[in-house]
């Protein structure tokens, strides 16, 4: 198991800055999940980190030895780290056997024999070593490309959007299985995903990427909960979103009145967020008082869009079904106000700000 740290690291694309300053640190064994907006520079990271590109500055490293830096580079097929690519990239002429070993170049061939039929047998799919990729549905393509990506035993793994080819419920299951190999593998994994759910469900640890930067780093369930921007905020998750001031330690909000939280003071304006799974819906009973307008039925969660006294908007709600409300019915809400999200009006203006980084660097 291997830790992977990255220091200032900067590219430059034809005079244009893509990242700056991008500081990373992974734990041995740890499944880093990288998240952003598309563009934001993920893959670019990714192809730093794995040596097919060069950076303008900063510094990578493997187990705390330089990988690349100011005199530095280490070339790709030197570094011990495997990649693993959306499209998966099987050469359609070769057998997935044959697929697995090419990777294998340096072994003698008897252990590059032995290394694919163990690797194969690791994954579950021996069955599969004869077959050419087109004989493989897509599940089972991306598990080959799993299981070529590991056959070289890499100290870290890099997976550009491993999943994004797959749909729906087979999406979820490979997900699952691809990431109970690696954990079995133990081994120190990138994982970039323009999907927030996917990046919380999957990752020990998540880090959202925005215009070329690191904007924060931390386990999903924290991120989620205490996003630290209105950004962030809105990137994990929907938010119902009220404007609001300070007065006496609270905010009043169509929803009620909520704790402001530390470091607000009386007066300040904030902007409070409450996610849809946040508020308790009932029939009857305390609560403030509401009327379903909207509703959908999404499985094991039910969906509601509710009109509130002193909201523009409909409010949203999620609640574990059945939910015996319909479209037309009077309900009432009550918020979780420990899980209420509360930012600085002054966040949220500096947040929608086009960031000064975007147009700097290179400009
Ligand atoms: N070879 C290139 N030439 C010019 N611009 C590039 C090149 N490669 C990347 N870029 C630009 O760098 C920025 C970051 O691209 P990158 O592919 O790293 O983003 P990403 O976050 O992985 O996006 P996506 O989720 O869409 O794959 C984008 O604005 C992209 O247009």
């Known amino acids: 198991m291997a830790s992977l740290s990255v220091r200032g690291l900067a590219k430059d694309i034809a005079g244009r800055s893509i990242l700056a300053g991008i500081d990373l640190d992974v734990a041995p064994g740890e499944i880093m ?57 099987l050469f359609p002429h070769l057998t997935v056997g044959e697929n697995l070993a090419f990777g294998l170049a340096r072994l003698a ?42 056959a070289p035993r890499p100290r870290v793994l890099l997976m550009d959007e491993p999943f994004s080819n797959l749909d729906g419920r087979l999406r979820d299951a490979v997900r699952f299985e691809t990431l109970s190999i690696l954990r079995r593998f133990d081994i120190t994994t990138i994982l970039v995903t323009h999907d927030p759910e996917e990046a919380v469900m999957a990752a020990d640890r998540v880090t959202l990427m925005r215009a070329g930067r690191i904007m924060l780093t931390g386990r999903g369930r924290d991120l989620y909960a205490r996003p630290g921007s209105p950004y962030a905020a809105r990137f994990f998750g929907d938010c119902n979103e009220f404007a609001g001031v300070c007065r006496a330690g609270r905010v009043a909000t169509p929803l009620g009145l909520v704790p402001a939280g530390a470091g607000v003071t009386e007066g300040e304006e904030v902007r409070v967020f409450v996610r849809p799974g946040s508020i308790g819906l009932s029939g009857a009973g305390a609560g403030i008082a509401g009327r379903v307008v909207e509703h959908w039925f999404r499985g094991e969660v039910e969906q ?35 899980r209420v999200i509360v930012f600085k009006a002054c966040d949220n203006i500096c947040d929608s700000r086009t960031e000064p980084w975007l147009t700097a660097a290179g400009a």
């Not at 690349?68 to 693993?84: C, K, N, S, T, Y």
């Not at 194969?120 to 991306?142: D, K, N, V, W």
């Open 109 to 150: 061939r008897s252990e590059a024999r032995a290394r694919v039929g163990e690797t194969l047998e690791q994954l579950g799919i021996a069955h599969f070593a004869p077959r050419y990729p087109h004989m493989l549905s897509g599940g089972e393509q991306q598990r080959v490309a799993l299981a070529r990506a590991l």
């Open 33 to 89: 999940c990288l998240v952003g907006e598309s563009g934001c520079g993920k893959s670019t990271l990714l192809r730093l980190i794995a040596g097919i590109e060069r950076p303008a500055a900063g510094e990578i490293r493997l187990d705390g030895s330089l990988l690349a830096g100011p005199h530095v580079f280490v070339e790709p097929e030197q570094r011990g780290i495997g990649l693993m690519f959306q499209d998966y990239a």
């Open 304 to 338: 509601f869009g509710i009109e509130v006294d002193g909201s523009a908007k409909l409010v949203v709600v999620r609640a574990p079904g059945p939910v015996d409300l319909a479209p037309g019915d009077h309900c009432r809400l009550a918020v979780d106000v420990a």
